[in-house]
């Protein structure tokens, strides 16, 4: 920073393009700082660079409060502002005020003149007559495909009990229990998503196909590859010469690693340190001074990785989508260097995904120009091309074929979700794209949707003023991260735990366990103030249980939810934003 700076000089001008990067300048309880935020800060220090000018640049700035932090120049908080304890009684506030004071927030920048902020059109282009159209396509379950995901949810609930009691078999420690929980719930996540994608491939698929058939190009999003999971698989097979066709890549590896990884079978023994008094779990040692093991917990173990044996579930997403269009005829951008192929005779193949006379550093941008060039009309990109490429229908480009952007998964923040979308709307095309959203049935699913709609909005009143500028696709629906939605699930909770029936659960207490949701308290079967309105977490478990149980369990909350904004509209308490008001006359 010192270096740059000299050569800056003290009254150089600094411009953050793509400033959105610099988002988590601030740590909060929920997680630390990055370098790259806290080097943001530091070279716009106004103690140190009084003379500095600042510009900010970036097309998604924020979609929370907290990722105003590295905009320090801005005046926001800070002595002689209504905020003089700076950045931290900001940020408490506004987010108090809910997203109408996000509104204010920008609008005043705007008065004040600090503020530009432009958007492409997503109306009708002139030129081509076209607009911008979003379209959700809702991928029904076969009855193959029920029953695979009712085999993983009861496989990952018979998993979530015995790590419980092998937990209390081997007398492990707070912090032990405390990583392995983090460690479940966090590849249960990424399983169910895997999941979840792998089964609309078929949908997928048709799509596609109609696409081409109607003469336009398809670019196609996705999350995650898989590579590391492939990899670590290679390498086993390697060491042990086993054949590729007998190793499984679907989401049913992230779950036996994980027990095969996590699964506590070491035993420990409390001991009280003399000179603290604290309690303290020391490993037991047995005569040759190893550690001891516990013969039923390994016995668990062994019999959890039988049962998973036995487990059929589909392919990677990404792989399934190569192989069937073919590579000839696919631009894959992601940042895998190999690839699973399937030959003509059926036989799978770990390949490079080298391309004769092109490095590997290129291979993603010698992609993108096949796809611009029509030699591919299929594209498929990952987060690693989700910035900055443009596959658009550009007036420079020779395909010109309108672009259908299909969504096979959203993104895990609305930033790149926008950033994602940006791919296939730029300014110079010949004619705006048409984006697909596709979706199951399962209500654990809206935990994704819920989760991009509630930043979407906040993106919208912190950049244009307005929650509604950045609405995509009608997402808005999904919107649960509320008050009204977390008024409604506290409601559920204490219904459930009173006793209340629902329709198409024969033990609505029992499916709250299953979801890993009760405390086990002396008073009996809680759930912690803190977790009864905690709906990301709902509905992340929502995806463990069976698909009726979750549908009847989402479906319960859903109009609990929207009897509650219902009966808050009646009273005049619901905050609906800002309202275009037209009048008939003006005196």
């Known amino acids: 920073v010192d270096q740059i700076m000299r050569w800056l000089g003290a009254e150089g001008l600094e411009i953050f393009d793509e400033g959105h990067k610099a988002k988590h300048a601030f740590a909060d309880e929920g997680g630390k700082a990055t370098q790259t935020g806290q080097a943001v800060l530091e070279i716009q220090d106004p103690l140190k660079y009084p ?8 097309a998604t700035a924020a979609s929370e409060v907290r990722h105003l932090a590295y905009q320090i120049r801005l005046g926001l908080w800070g002595e002689g502002t209504s905020f003089p304890l700076g950045f931290t009684q900001f940020a408490e506030e506004i987010e108090a005020g809910g997203v ?69 078999l081997t007398n492990s420690s707070r912090t032990s229990r405390r990583y392995v929980v983090n460690q479940f719930w966090a590849e249960h996540q990424r399983c169910f998503r895997n999941l979840i994608t792998a089964f609309k491939v078929p949908t997928l698929i048709r799509e596609i196909e109609n696409a081409l058939s109607e003469k336009q190009s398809v670019v196609v999003s996705i999350t995650g590859t898989g590579e590391a999971q492939t990899k670590k698989q290679i390498e086993r097979a390697s060491d042990q010469e086993e054949a590729i066709d007998e190793l499984d890549f679907s989401p049913r590896e992230t779950l036996s690693r994980l027990v095969e990884s996590c699964f506590p079978v070491k035993c420990y023994q409390e001991q009280t340190d003399p000179h603290s008094g ?20 390994l016995e668990l173990k062994r019999e959890l990785l039988d049962r998973l044996s036995l487990l059929e579930i589909p392919e990677h997403p990404l792989d399934q989508l190569v192989n069937y269009f073919g590579t000839e005829n696919v631009a894959e951008m992601t940042g895998r260097k190999k690839r699973l192929i399937r030959t003509l005779s059926g036989k799978l193949e770990y390949r490079n995904r080298q391309i004769p006379g092109v ?34 229908a550009s007036k420079k480009a020779r395909n010109q074929e309108r672009r259908l952007h299909i969504a096979a998964e959203l993104k895990w923040s609305a930033d790149k979700q926008v950033q994602d979308f940006g791919r296939t709307h730029r300014t110079g095309q010949v004619a705006p794209p048409m984006y697909l959203l596709v979706f199951t049935e399962l ?44 008024a409604a699930l506290n409601v559920v909770y204490n219904r459930i735990l009173n006793g209340e029936q629902i329709v198409g659960l024969d033990d609505p207490k029992q499916t709250l366990d299953d979801m890993g949701l009760l405390d086990k308290s002396t008073d009996g079967d809680e759930i912690k103030e803190s977790e009864k309105t905690n709906i990301p977490r709902f509905l992340n478990r929502l995806l463990s249980l069976e698909v009726d149980r ?4 989402f479906d319960y909350f859903y109009q609990t939810f929207l009897e509650t904004i219902e009966h808050l509209k009646a009273k005049g308490k619901i905050d609906d934003g800002m309202e275009d008001l037209k009048a008939v006359s003006v005196k």
């Open 550 to 553: 979750q549908n009847a369990l």
């Open 51 to 58: 003379e500095i000018r600042v510009v900010y640049s970036s």
């Open 359 to 392: 490095p590997n550093r290129l291979i993603n941008l010698h992609e993108k120009n096949c796809f611009q060039n029509k030699d591919k009309r299929i594209a498929i990109m990952s987060e690693v091309a989700s910035t900055g490429d443009s596959l658009h």
């Open 278 to 297: 604290t309690v303290q779990y020391v490993p037991v040692l047995d005569a040759e001074g190893e550690h001891l093991e516990s013969r039923a917990a």
């Open 100 to 168: 109408g004071a996000m509104e204010m927030v920008c609008r005043d920048l705007k008065a004040m003149g600090r503020y530009f902020c432009g958007n492409l059109s997503f109306g009708v282009d002139p030129e081509s007559g076209l607009a911008v159209e979003y379209r959700e396509v809702i991928h029904h379950l076969t009855g193959r495909q029920r029953e695979m995901y009712d085999n993983m949810a009861r496989a990952w609930q018979e998993v979530l009990k015995n790590f419980n009691r092998a937990l209390d």
């Open 443 to 486: 209500g654990g699913e809206k935990r994704f949707s819920a989760t991009i709609a509630r930043r979407l909005a906040n993106m919208g009143a912190l950049t244009k003023g307005d929650r509604r500028a950045e609405k995509a696709g009608n997402l808005d629906k999904y919107n649960l991260e509320s008050k009204e939605g977390r």
